[in-house]
């Protein structure tokens, strides 16, 4: 038997045209015209699923690269950010009212403290960090706060990212930016730890190994959310 070629075209069309004799003869012997449309019957359908680890990484890569092209992270430094007044007002439309977000002075008073000063009789470094996230129009669309926390008296390799609030626009639940704002403070805790370093306010353990957080252990934790009935 050929394999390949036209010799494998040829048995394949041939296979073909005699299944298709076949279905015709057996309609003419049934009386249904040749030309009859199809019509669907119930039957037994299997659903197929979509396999994650099956995927190519570099699928997931362009999946994720694709997806997050609609969207811009950007962090709050200062009180004066055009953004800090709109960004806020969203965390504490969203907490606010259960008593769970602090007061604008108090947030104002975290972004503009030293981040390189211990916080007084600990010896814990905290730096706050406030995030938005716009759209490619400009409109803020997620919000996220928290704080980095290090004090290697403590423990020399523990890095803590306390998550505070996080709050989404119902038009951007569901997609990758949630997922983007779960993981972006870990970027600013591997940053802050090596700014520290640098200005020797901490030893790291193995400051040449950025991709492994340099030695230390990042946990994040986050605040349970209040529960709402509806």
């Known amino acids: 038997a050929a394999r390949g070629g036209q010799g494998s075209t ?6 073909h045209q005699l299944r298709l004799s076949s279905r015709s003869s057996r309609a003419a012997r049934m009386g249904v015209p040749a030309n009859a449309p199809v019509v669907a019957s119930p039957g037994v359908q299997h659903r197929i699923r979509l396999c994650m680890k099956d995927l190519f ?3 997931v890569v362009e999946m994720i690269e694709r997806e997050t092209r609609r969207y811009e992270l950007w962090e709050i430094l200062t009180p004066d950010d055009p953004d800090f007044v709109d960004a806020y007002n969203l965390l504490w439309d969203a907490f606010g009212a259960a008593g769970e977000m602090e007061r604008v002075d108090a947030i104002k008073g975290f972004l503009l403290d030293d981040p390189f000063d211990p916080i007084a009789d600990t010896g814990t470094f905290c730096r706050y960090f406030l995030l938005v996230a716009r759209d490619r129009e400009g409109v803020i669309r997620g919000v996220r706060d928290g704080s ?8 020399p390799d523990l890095c803590v990212v306390y998550l505070s609030h ?4 119902p038009e951007a639940r569901g997609t990758v930016l949630s997922y983007w704002l779960r993981i972006a403070p870990v970027e600013i ?8 370093h640098e200005r020797g306010r901490i030893r790291l353990p193995r400051p040449e190994s950025p991709g492994r957080y340099f030695g ?3 946990d994040l934790a986050a605040e349970m959310e209040y529960f709402t009935p509806e």
């Open 10 to 15: 040829g048995a394949a069309l041939v296979h």
């Open 57 to 59: 990484h570099q699928d």
């Open 148 to 155: 980095v926390l290090v004090n290697q008296a403590y423990d």
């Open 166 to 169: 996080i709050y989404m626009r």
């Open 189 to 196: 805790a591997v940053q802050y730890l090596a700014d520290l």
């Open 216 to 218: 230390m252990r990042i």
